[in-house]
C-alpha cells in the first residue's frame, strides 16, 4: 500500500484557517487521496477526497499538489469542534479498497 | 451516504467468554470491513468481511479469534473469541462501494473491555 506522511500534531487558533499537509511521494496514478477525521470517542468521519483537482465541500477544501505527491488540507476557520485526529490516507483498488490508518494529525484547537 | 448501526456500543466481558458485535447498514454496500482501535492507537484493519463466503483477513488476525459472518449486503458480524484482556478495544465496522473514488462510512464502535 502507498504509504502517507503526516505531522504528529499541530495547533491553531480558534477562526483562523488550518493548514494541515500530508506527503505521499509513492502514489500510484489511480489512487485517490482521501482524508478523515476522529473525533474524541467517536469513530472516524470523513472528510474529503479527490484525485488530481483541487476540491472543495462545506467542511475543509483539499489542495492537491500538481505531482500529486502531497496535498493539503485546509480548514478555513478553525472551530473547537475541529479539534481531532486528522487522516490522510490513500485509497487504492488494487488494495481492496480498504483504507490503511497511519497515526494521523492531531490538531489542537486553542479558544 | 450509508447510515452504520453497530451494536452492541460498549460491553464488559470476562476473559475466556466470546462477544459478537453486530454492524447493520440501511443500504446495500459493496464492501465491509472490520477495525480495531488499541487504546491511544491509531484503526487496524482486521478483515474484508465477503458477502456468502469466507473473510480476508490482514496479517496477525485469524479467523479462530474473530470469526466473521456476512450473510447479506447490509448486514455483518464479529466475534471476538476467547478473550483477554489484551483484546480491550474498540471495534470498528466501515463500509464502502468498490470505487477508489468513494467515501467510506465508519459505525461509532464498540468498546470492549475485558476483565
Known amino acids: 500500500d502507498a504509504k502517507t506522511t503526516q505531522p504528529n500534531s499541530m495547533e491553531s487558533n480558534e477562526e483562523e484557517p488550518v493548514h494541515l499537509p500530508c506527503n505521499h511521494s509513492?502514489?500510484?496514478?489511480?489512487?485517490?487521496i482521501h482524508w478523515y477525521r476522529q473525533l474524541p470517542s467517536q469513530g472516524p468521519e470523513y472528510v474529503i477526497h479527490g484525485l488530481t483537482s483541487n476540491v472543495n465541500n462545506r467542511m475543509a477544501s483539499l489542495a492537491i499538489a500538481e505531482d500529486r505527491k502531497s496535498s493539503t488540507l485546509i480548514l478555513h476557520r478553525a472551530t473547537l469542534r475541529d479539534a481531532a485526529v486528522y487522516y490522510c490516507i490513500l485509497k487504492s483498488g488494487g488494495s481492496n479498497y480498504k483504507l490503511t490508518f497511519g497515526k494521523g494529525t492531531l490538531l489542537t484547537v486553542n479558544p | 451516504s450509508a447510515v452504520i448501526s453497530q451494536k452492541p456500543s460498549r460491553d464488559i466481558c470476562q476473559r475466556g467468554t466470546s462477544l459478537t458485535i453486530q454492524c447493520q447498514v440501511d443500504?446495500?454496500?459493496?464492501?465491509m470491513f472490520w477495525y480495531r482501535q488499541q487504546p491511544g492507537q491509531s484503526l487496524t484493519l482486521i478483515a474484508t468481511a465477503n458477502q456468502g463466503s469466507e473473510a480476508t483477513y490482514e496479517s496477525g488476525f485469524v479467523i479462530d479469534k474473530f470469526p466473521i459472518s456476512r450473510p447479506n449486503l447490509t448486514f455483518s458480524t464479529l466475534t471476538v473469541s476467547n478473550m483477554s484482556p489484551e483484546d480491550s478495544s474498540i471495534y470498528l465496522c466501515s463500509v464502502s462501494r468498490a470505487q477508489t473514488g468513494s467515501r467510506s462510512t465508519f459505525g461509532s464502535g464498540t468498546r470492549l473491555t475485558v476483565v
Open positions: 443500504s446495500q454496500v459493496t464492501m
Open positions: 509513492t502514489i500510484s496514478g489511480t489512487d485517490y
